[in-house]
């Protein structure tokens, strides 16, 4: 296969989604991460790390290749520091340091909803007078996927990492993909989350869509969109995970990059969304 161009490091826990996104886009990936899907590997350069070193051992083994324009998957988010080293030398296409420790503060996200009059679940950083009755979910500061997430009950321990609180809201799972440019924020469309097992009612287990959507959540979808990103500086694709409540979404989190549901719209309606994406992180 003649290499395209031009070329685009990703890396994440898994990048087979946004590379072949990037195929789609007229890109040629480079790839680092934790799986090394054989089709991947049959399609495109992939350089495996084993899962135990992390996010560290992946940019570790992003260092020392060639220069050039990168992009991040899940969960690297949850590393800003890590980022912001490597895009001294290898330009982001993608959410900064800077950006990512607003957005991904809990307490910065309810303060700018509550600002603006959104729905959206109360948080707290810490447990002292919650009940426990499964009315709150603790959730991991560094989370991804859904990992570790759990209702905050009689039974539950103590949190084993650095954890919040976040009212749990009832109803299925939703995610909406955005892509914010130099002058818009556009609603690319919204899917429906699956959940991995009965026993891990949180843990991501893919996507179905794209959903329909009637006017009013649509509205009320787009001008969230709008707020985040002109409140925390997002650029490029990112995704929001919420519950639909009366035709309003409640936003449960922030994933300021691109997500594995990109890849639905893509394929349903044929339009190269990374390319876009691109675009929106270079002007």
Same mark, same amino acid.
């Given at each position: 296969?003649?290499?395209?161009? #031009?070329?685009?490091? +990703? ?34 350069? /992939? ?6 070193? =992390? ?25 800003? *520091? ?18 990512? !420790? ?6 910065? /996200?309810?303060?700018?909803l509550a600002r603006h009059g959104l729905s959206h679940p109360e948080v707290r950083m810490d447990a002292r007078g ?8 603790? !959730? #991991? ?15 539950? @321990? ?10 749990? /809201? #009832? ?21 429906? *989350? ?9 843990? %991501? =287990?893919?996507?179905?869509?794209? +959903?329909?959507?009637? @006017? ?5 979808? &787009?001008?969230?969109?709008? +707020? ?13 995970? %919420?519950?639909? &409540?009366?035709?309003? @979404?409640? @936003?449960?989190? +922030? ?23 691109? &675009?929106?992180?270079?002007?």
């Amino acid at each position: 296969m003649a290499e395209l161009t #031009p070329t685009l490091l +990703i890396l994440g826990a898994s990048t087979r989604a946004a590379a072949f996104s990037a195929m789609r886009a007229s890109l040629s990936p480079r790839c680092i991460d934790h799986f090394a899907d054989l089709d991947l590997c049959s399609s495109c350069p /992939v350089e495996h790390v084993p899962f135990d070193e =992390g996010a560290s051992g992946l940019l570790k083994q992003a260092s020392r290749g060639k220069t050039g324009p990168w992009l991040y998957t899940g969960p690297l988010e949850n590393h800003p *520091q890590a980022i912001e080293a490597l895009s001294k030398t290898n330009p982001l296409l993608g959410n900064s340091s800077d950006v990512l !420790k607003r957005v991904r503060d809990p307490l910065a /996200v309810s303060s700018v909803l509550a600002r603006h009059g959104l729905s959206h679940p109360e948080v707290r950083m810490d447990a002292r007078g919650l009940p426990r009755d499964g009315s709150w979910l603790v !959730k #991991p500061i560094a989370s991804g996927g859904g990992r570790d997430v759990a209702r905050w009950e009689a039974s539950s @321990p103590d949190p084993g990492e650095p954890s919040y609180f976040q009212q749990f /809201v #009832p109803g299925l799972s939703h995610s909406a993909i955005f892509l914010a440019g130099s002058t818009a924020v556009e609603l690319i469309g919204v899917t429906r *989350q699956l959940v991995r097992t009965a026993d891990a009612p949180y843990l %991501y =287990g893919g996507s179905i869509g794209p +959903i329909p959507l009637s @006017p009013r959540p649509g509205d009320r979808l &787009r001008r969230l969109g709008e +707020i985040l990103a002109t409140s925390f500086g997002l650029k490029g694709l990112f995704g929001v995970d %919420y519950i639909e &409540r009366a035709g309003d @979404p409640w @936003p449960v989190e +922030i994933n300021p990059r691109y997500t594995a549901s990109v890849e639905i719209h893509e394929l349903a309606t044929g339009r190269a969304l990374l390319r876009d994406h691109w &675009r929106a992180c270079s002007t």
